[in-house]
Nanobody, 119 residues
């Protein structure tokens, strides 16, 4: 099993910044992609950003240019640097990891961390 623990959420004003962290532990072998998803009240969970074990990144259009996903393989940790935050970014942010291969994998989820952007 893989355990994911998020941290770094909080309350910020519009235009502010936050950095989220996701630490993976347990049977972490063959984790080939990790990412961040978010879910606002009354809305579906949506993909925010992903990063492969090789460092390839992908972003949702709504956060492109403002958010940066990065990784520290030595510490099995993924980060999400969020700049120029908007009220629309308010959501619970979840860390995700895929273990296995592109055709056969297991999904793991963290408990989530709340991000609130409000004036």
């Amino acid at each position: 099993q893989v355990q994911l623990v998020e941290s770094g959420g909080g309350v910020v004003q519009p235009g502010g910044s936050l950095r989220l962290s996701c630490a993976a532990s347990g049977s972490i072998f063959s984790i080939y992609i990790m990412g961040w998803y978010r879910q606002a009240p009354g809305k579906q969970r949506e993909l925010v950003a992903t990063i492969t074990s090789g460092g390839r990144t992908n972003y949702a259009d709504s956060v492109k240019g403002r958010f940066t996903i990065s990784r520290d393989n030595a510490n099995n940790t993924v980060y999400l640097q969020m700049n120029s935050l908007k009220p629309e970014d308010t959501a619970v942010y979840y860390c995700n990891a895929k273990q296995g291969s592109a055709f056969s994998y297991r999904n793991y989820w963290g408990q989530g961390t709340q991000v609130t952007v409000s004036s």
